[in-house]
């Protein structure tokens, strides 16, 4: 993985490695391999209205690994001091979000497709869903 961007210390922007030939082009993702944990779940968001926003929450625990494999999307992640904006427009990119970190998804064109692969499976008590009470814990 070539580091494109670290947006925080928990959150980085990579390239993924391509293997391409006159086929077509495949990047491999592996847990606890090239990606920093093992795979536990994976959701894909697809078929959004027109500006339609996603997230708006943080993980207490949970790692992320957000692959926009159609189309492109705006991924905010804000670490309570600070909020940074990557644009995911290619299926080569990957994007790190770690723990503790507030997300929000946006600006999906027609027919996007983002991919995340997560560290553990789906536990409610993991989510932090109000922004204030996000800032709270993020700020002790």
Not at 13 to 23: K, N, S, T
Not at 28 to 52: D, K, M, S, T, W
Not at 118 to 127: R, V
Request: glycine share 8%; proline share 3%.
């Amino acid at each position: 993985m070539q580091l494109l961007e670290r947006l925080f210390d928990n959150c980085a922007l990579y390239r993924h490695p391509v293997i391409a030939d006159d086929r077509g082009s495949l990047v491999a993702l592996e847990g606890e391999r090239n990606l920093p944990f093992a795979i536990a779940r994976v959701y894909y968001l697809f078929g959004g209205a027109a500006g339609a926003d996603r997230g708006f929450h943080a993980h207490r625990q949970l790692q992320q690994w957000a692959v926009c494999v159609s189309g492109a999307c705006t991924i905010v992640v804000d670490d309570g001091r600070e909020r940074r904006e990557v644009r995911m427009d290619s299926a080569d990119k990957g994007l790190l979000i770690g723990n503790m970190l507030w997300r929000e998804m946006r600006d999906f064109t027609p027919g996007a497709v983002l991919m995340v692969l997560a560290s553990a499976p789906y536990d409610e008590a993991d989510y932090i869903r109000d922004y204030d009470t996000f800032l709270a814990e993020a700020r002790k």
